[in-house]
Nanobody, 120 residues
Framework: QVQLVESGGGLVQPGGSLRLSCTAS????????MGWYRQAPGKQRELVAD???????NYADSVKGRFTISRDNGSNAVYVQMNSLKPEDSAVYYC??????????????WGQGTQVTVSS
C-alpha cells in the first residue's frame, strides 16, 4: 500500500513557473518508479516525467527543456519544477508510483491530483 499526497498547483501566467511536490508513504518506495502525469479536459492522461530511485528520468517531448523532475529517496518525495509554462500545460497533474506486478501488468498508485492553470 502506497499513499501519495501532492501539492503546489495553482494559477500562473504564461512564462511563469510552478513547483509540484509529492510525498509517498508506505513500504518499499525505492522499488517504485515515481513521476507525474497530467490530464486536460477531453484528453487522455499522459506521462509528463518519471524517475527511478537511481535517478534515471524520462520526459514527454512537450516538456523537455522546461520541466525538471527530481526525487529525494530520504523523504520519499518527488518534485517537478515547471518553467516557461504555456497555456497548453494547463491540466490536472497527478503524482504516480508504479512497479511491475507481472510480465504484462504493473501496480499503480495515484495522488488525488492538483490543478495547474496557465492563463493571463
Amino acid at each position: 500500500q502506497v499513499q501519495l499526497v501532492e501539492s503546489g498547483g495553482g494559477l500562473v501566467q504564461p512564462g511563469g513557473s510552478l513547483r509540484l511536490s509529492c510525498t509517498a508513504s508506505g513500504t518499499g518506495i525505492r522499488l517504485y518508479v515515481m513521476g507525474w502525469y497530467r490530464q486536460a479536459p477531453g484528453k487522455q492522461r499522459e506521462l509528463v516525467a518519471d524517475i527511478t530511485s537511481g535517478g534515471s528520468t524520462n520526459y514527454a517531448d512537450s516538456v523537455k527543456g522546461r520541466f525538471t523532475i527530481s526525487r529525494d529517496n530520504g523523504s520519499n518525495a518527488v518534485y517537478v519544477q515547471m518553467n516557461s509554462l504555456k497555456p497548453e500545460d494547463s491540466a490536472v497533474y497527478y503524482c504516480n508510483a508504479h512497479r511491475p506486478r507481472g510480465p504484462w501488468d504493473r501496480l499503480d498508485y495515484w495522488g488525488q491530483g492538483t490543478q495547474v492553470t496557465v492563463s493571463s
